[in-house]
């Protein structure tokens, strides 16, 4: 058996190879359309593109409550042929986005326009690939697998979560193995996006919290990733800035579209932040929770992230600190240590004001070697966390989450 310590400075030096590699390479960020109507400003847009037939890659529910009705009057004005694909379902399974590329492929349509949370824009940047590249959605799993591009892609998000819009990211699932898997691939990112607050008044709270929290997420793992570099620092504070102090704004008030439009920036930025810098153990755990239980994917981070800041607090306490100052939290004079803390208690007292449990209900204390198990290996080939974790140290960590009684 190989000493912890030595598999640690193996996972070092593969992420420091990754650091090394990110200098070099190029990630690219959609043109962007950003304030309340930016959606109609980005449909002028492609009109200009004149990209062919679009197919529209949303979800059922979002037609249902008339989010797509202005934007489809703004294409049909402009004239903007499209055909509208309706089936994405949280957590995109490959057999969604095989669904969604028949679609494509009878209606002709040569582009696609995402609108949604990051279900629909991660399906739609997978059926645009799917297009374009002759090998399966399994195949293009992990990086720089995406070799031919994709079809230019426009997003639209409705939710203040993933980022999407400007990742190189698309998360899908596979249900026959209990898995999610990520492709990543800076071909991957939408090559016009619009951030519009107007979209976001009438999410539901329980999903305003969930992907707050997970775009919160983002920017903490971002800056307290060693692959960190000044560029993601300064787009991680200011995401996290933004967050700590509209969240709790657009959940007192839906429709406070002053906040809800700098939900929808903190976001894109946090999206900006991790794109590069990599995310971290919440991500690694939850993607597990959202494969076995269909956890949401920002419901799962939220309740991880408190936990997993507490274990990495050694490693990283002057960051933590730093983003407690930027969001106005803590006393003056405190040392860093305490800010820290106080920090992530802020975190624990916003979840338990949104509803947030401190545990997972659905959790199964026999699954949870094997969670542990995927979720190092997927943390620890993928991203630079700051406090290394061994199996014991994660089972038991997970095991705090198993719902009491
Ligand atoms: N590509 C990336 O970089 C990246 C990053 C993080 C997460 N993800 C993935 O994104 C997915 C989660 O995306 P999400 O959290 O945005 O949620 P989602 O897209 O799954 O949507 C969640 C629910 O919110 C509803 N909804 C969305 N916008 C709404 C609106 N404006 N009004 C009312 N209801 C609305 C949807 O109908 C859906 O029922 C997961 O699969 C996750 O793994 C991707
Ligand atoms: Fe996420």
Not at 204 to 228: C, F, K, Q, W
Request: aromatic fraction near 6%; glycine fraction near 8%.
């Amino acid at each position: 058996m190989v000493p912890f310590s030595l598999q640690v400075a193996v996972y070092r030096l593969v992420m420091l190879v990754l650091k090394l590699a990110s200098k070099v390479l190029r990630f690219p960020q959609p043109e962007l359309f950003a304030g309340p109507g930016a959606s109609l400003q980005l449909c002028e847009a492609i009109a200009r593109d004149r990209p062919g037939k679009v197919l529209i890659v949303t979800d059922a529910m979002l037609v249902k409550i008339g989010l797509l009705s202005d934007i489809e009057s703004k294409l049909k004005e402009l004239g903007v042929e499209y055909a509208l694909f309706d089936g994405v379902l949280p957590d995109p399974t490959i057999a969604l986005i095989e669904d969604g590329l028949k679609v494509l492929q009878r209606e002709g349509c040569s582009a696609i326009l995402a609108i949604g949370g990051g279900s629909s824009i991660d399906a739609a940047k997978v059926i645009a690939a799917r297009a374009r590249n002759n090998k399966s959605v399994a195949k293009m799993a992990g990086l720089f697998r995406v070799w031919r591009g994709m079809l230019p892609l426009y997003a639209i998000p409705t939710t203040a979560g993933t980022g999407s819009e400007v990742t190189i990211a698309a998360v899908v699932s596979d249900p026959s193995q209990q898995k999610k898997f990520a492709i990543m691939d800076p071909k991957l990112v939408p090559a016009k996006a619009a951030l519009d607050g107007n979209l976001m008044r009438g999410l539901p709270a329980p999903i305003t919290a969930a992907t707050g929290m997970d775009a919160l997420t983002h920017a903490v793992e971002a800056y307290i990733s060693r692959n960190a570099t000044p560029g993601t620092d300064a787009d991680a504070v200011e995401a996290t800035r933004l967050i700590m102090q509209n969240l709790p704004k657009v959940m007192a008030d839906g429709g406070d579209l002053a906040a809800r439009q700098k939900m929808a920036v903190a976001s894109y930025q946090a999206g900006v932040a991790f794109t590069r810098a990599g995310v971290g153990y919440v991500h690694a755990i939850s993607h597990n929770f959202g494969a076995r239980y269909h956890t949401p994917h920002g419901l799962a981070n939220a309740i991880v992230l408190p936990y997993i800041l507490e274990y990495s607090k050694p490693s990283c306490t002057d960051r933590l600190a730093e983003l407690a100052r930027a969001s106005g939290i803590g006393q003056p004079g405190q040392s860093a240590s305490q800010l820290a803390d106080a920090f992530i208690a802020r975190i624990r007292e916003m979840n338990a004001q949104y509803g947030v449990p401190t545990r997972l209900d659905a959790l199964k204390a026999d699954d949870i070697p094997a969670i542990a198990a995927a979720a190092l290996h997927e943390a620890h080939w993928t991203y630079a966390v700051p406090r290394y974790m061994d199996r014991t140290s994660c089972e038991g960590l997970i095991r705090r989450l198993l719902p009491q009684g």
